[in-house]
């Protein structure tokens, strides 16, 4: 008879042999999908080689499917690895702010919360709740039934006006809060916003992070403990607890909140390195990046024959159609396939200039699409 761990891990291979039998390239949206995750990559984490990234998005894509596994098999919380700080963590502790990353199976960390009897308070944007609330409920109330648990758990829709209040009532109530701090799609920074967000250093960019964390640690006097899930190669999911940032009364709110989220992007960074090809954040972490002014890297160093910026620009299809795409700034731009096909064989031309036109050829200039 299998063991629990050699069936979670039969299971496992079975939606990895499954996944691999997907054409990615054929799917809906790849292609752009793609090259958003590899620019953010590169914006990033700019060490990983280019021609590295799509395996590290298909493998992004198969962890996405064994968290979406793990959420279903009530057994998963059964056999995560505890490391780090993991043994103060009880009821009678009082209660903590849970600071997590969309790394590895991070929905694992309520279920190991729950099941140690913590009352928990899930807080997540509007779409997740909608698109994954029902199935974390539904786990919960398993684990509920299975265990004989009759602790709290509830969910908060980041998105709604009375969420923050929501949150500090439940904080003094004495439970503990559990926030991803890297954010979602939904939670990005929206025109108006502006005051609800800081500015953090991570890796080669810097990122706009709400400082509602800080806020609510602050306000309430509850220690933040950052909590990193990954899954080893022998795909054994681990959870390690660092050491919790704690709130100083009567310090500034403002310069702790900075503080704050800043230890949080520090204490995250060694294990996006070990484990890039885990953190789901690479698919919307340039709806947080922070606007910088671009640099003309070619600037008296244009070659005597033109060349296609492949550094900074991509040509991809979408909805058929051909796209330049901007890997610095995030943009697309719509080409006639007249457009493409020179920009792919300017190697061929005599005068790119004569090609295009003078307004034409200057605007690819000035945009470095050529150098």
């Keep these: 008879m299998l063991t629990a761990k ?12 499954q996944f691999e039998q997907i054409d990615l390239r054929k799917e809906r949206g790849y292609l752009m999908k793609f090259t958003t995750f590899s620019a953010n990559l590169e914006n990033i984490l700019p060490s990983i080689a280019r021609h590295e990234h799509e395996t590290l998005f298909r493998e992004l894509l198969l962890q996405q499917v064994f968290t979406s596994f793990d959420q279903r098999f009530l057994t998963a919380g059964d056999l995560v690895k505890l490391r ?56 919960i109330e398993g684990l509920r039934k299975k265990h004989g648990l009759t602790n709290v758990f509830r969910v908060v829709e980041a998105g709604s006006a009375s969420a923050g209040l929501t949150v500090l009532r439940e904080l003094k109530a004495g439970r503990s809060l559990i926030v991803y701090v890297d954010g ?63 709130p100083i009364s009567q310090s500034d709110r403002e310069i702790y909140c900075q503080e704050a989220m800043q230890q949080l992007y520090d204490a995250f960074w060694p294990y996006l390195n070990q484990y890039p090809a885990q953190w789901e954040g690479w698919n919307y972490i340039h709806s947080f990046l922070e606007s910088e002014t671009p640099r003309n890297k070619f600037f008296g160093h244009r070659p005597k024959q033109l060349a296609f910026n492949e550094n900074r620009y991509t040509l991809c299809e979408l909805e ?6 901007d890997r610095r700034l995030y943009q697309t731009y719509e080409i006639t396939e007249d457009l493409r096909d020179l920009l792919l064989n300017l190697d061929t031309m005599d005068s790119v200039k004569d090609q295009l036109g003078q307004q034409m050829f200057d605007e690819l200039l000035e945009m470095e699409v050529l150098y």
């Design 320 to 325: 058929q159609a051909p796209i330049l795409f």
């Design 84 to 139: 780090g700080e993991h043994k103060k963590i009880s009821k009678a502790d009082g209660p903590q702010i849970y600071c997590t990353y969309h790394l590895g199976s991070y929905r694992l960390l309520t279920s190991v919360l729950f099941r140690r009897g913590i009352d928990c308070v899930l807080l997540v944007g509007n779409n997740m709740n909608r698109s994954q609330g029902d199935g974390m409920t539904e786990h």
């Design 6 to 17: 050699q069936l979670y891990q039969k299971e496992l291979a079975h939606c990895r042999e």
């Design 184 to 246: 979602s799609p939904e939670t990005a920074p929206e025109p108006g916003e502006e005051n609800q967000f800081l500015s953090v250093r991570f890796g080669h960019r810097s990122v706009l992070t709400r400082k509602g964390v800080g806020f609510l640690s602050h306000a309430a006097g509850v220690p933040i403990v950052p909590v990193v899930s990954y899954r080893q190669t022998d795909m054994t999911n681990v959870l390690r607890f660092l050491k919790s940032i704690r």
